[in-house]
């Protein structure tokens, strides 16, 4: 069964870091791209970044660009999401998603509350 | 960034009734498309990808349509369970866009 189990989420004043995790289960988590895709509380949903595979590509929403940093780990089949400079329009939960050929986003985790606030 | 306009915002239906949901996208995405069920509280979850195929263990009430840069989900005949927000998701290129959500309410 695949899981997707995000962590890392919490009460963080504007201008700080966190770091998500993401631990993969039940499939070759090396053989899938992944993405992270938030969603504001009462909002909709908002694709956040992308990696590649192998982690040789990323790609982030011009919101995000140049505060957060995509990466993974496949031997610990594990995904990150590092956020720095956060502001309290990054308050969201964040999801750990996957993406299959052909299929596109197919797997969610459950997802992990970030509130930016002083 | 391509855009994706889904209508309407919201609407409300009776069990049984027969609903269409449009997703339609500021360029062509062949038929990059999928569509998503999220319930409160919950994660979106999967029903149609490719813009018309069924993801596996979804009812069969549920269909997509569509290429291009028009594109429909329905559902045949409304259950209590599919009360939900449904979302759009362009597949096509980088950055991914969403539509802005179908809220689906009891009449």
């Known amino acids: 069964e695949v899981q997707l189990a995000e962590s890392g989420g919490g009460l963080v004043q504007p201008g700080g870091s966190l770091r998500l995790t993401c631990a993969a289960s039940?499939?070759?988590?090396?053989?899938?791209?992944m993405n992270w895709v938030r969603q504001a509380p009462g909002k909709g949903l908002e694709w956040v970044s992308y990696?590649?595979?192998?982690?040789?590509?990323?790609y982030y929403a011009d919101s995000v660009k140049g505060r957060f940093t995509i990466s993974r780990d496949n031997a610990k089949n594990s995904l990150y999401l590092q956020m720095n400079s956060l502001r309290a329009e990054d308050t969201a939960v964040y999801y750990c998603?996957?993406?299959?050929?052909?299929?596109?986003?197919?797997?969610w985790g459950q997802g992990t509350l970030v509130t930016v606030s002083s | 960034a391509i855009q994706m306009t889904q209508s309407p915002s919201s609407l409300s239906a009776s069990v049984g009734d027969r609903v269409t949901i449009t997703c339609r996208a500021s360029?062509?995405?062949?038929?990059?498309l999928g569509w998503y069920q999220q319930k409160p509280g919950k994660a979106p979850k999967l029903l149609i990808y490719?813009?018309?195929s069924l993801q596996s263990g979804v009812p069969s009430r549920f269909s997509g349509s569509g290429s291009g840069t028009d594109f429909t989900l329905t559902i045949s005949s409304l259950q209590p369970e599919d009360f939900a927000t449904y979302y759009c998701?362009?597949?096509?290129?980088?950055?991914?866009?969403f539509g802005q959500g179908t809220k689906v309410e009891i009449k």
């Open positions: 490719a813009a018309s």
């Open positions: 998603t996957r993406r299959a050929h052909y299929v596109g986003t197919d797997y």
């Open positions: 990696i590649s595979s192998s982690g040789s590509a990323t």
């Open positions: 039940g499939f070759s988590f090396s053989s899938y791209e």
């Open positions: 998701l362009q597949d096509n290129n980088y950055p991914r866009t």
């Open positions: 360029q062509g995405i062949r038929n990059d």
